[in-house]
Nanobody
Framework: QVQFVESGGGLVQPGGSLRLSCVIS????????MGWYLQTPGKQRELLGT???????NYADSVKGRFTISRDNAKKTVYLQMNSLQPEDTAVYYC?????????WGQGTQVTVSS
């Protein structure tokens, strides 16, 4: 069983920044492509972006240029740096594999962008 533990969310004003972290409980983390996802009430979870085991990243158009995904294989952690946050970024943020496994969704971390 793999566990994902997200952290770093909170309340931030429009234009602000947050850095989310996700620790993964697998010893072979370095082999996996990872993804960050968000979910807002009443909507399906959607993919924000991915990072390959090589470090190559891809992003949804909605966050391109504002969000950056990185990883630290030694710490088994993937990060989501979020800049220029807007109220529409308010959501619960999750990490999972790049091809997400339903049983492995964690609790996520709430991000609220509001003045």
């Amino acid at each position: 069983q793999v566990q994902f533990v997200e952290s770093g969310g909170g309340l931030v004003q429009p234009g602000g920044s947050l850095r989310l972290s996700c620790v993964i409980s697998t010893s072979i983390f370095r082999l996996y492509h990872m993804g960050w996802y968000l979910q807002t009430p009443g909507k399906q979870r959607e993919l924000l972006g991915t990072i390959a085991n090589s470090g190559t990243t891809n992003y949804a158009d909605s966050v391109k240029g504002r969000f950056t995904i990185s990883r630290d294989n030694a710490k088994k952690t993937v990060y989501l740096q979020m800049n220029s946050l807007q109220p529409e970024d308010t959501a619960v943020y999750y990490c999972n594999f790049g091809a997400p496994v339903k049983d492995y969704w964690g609790q996520g971390t709430q991000v609220t962008v509001s003045s």
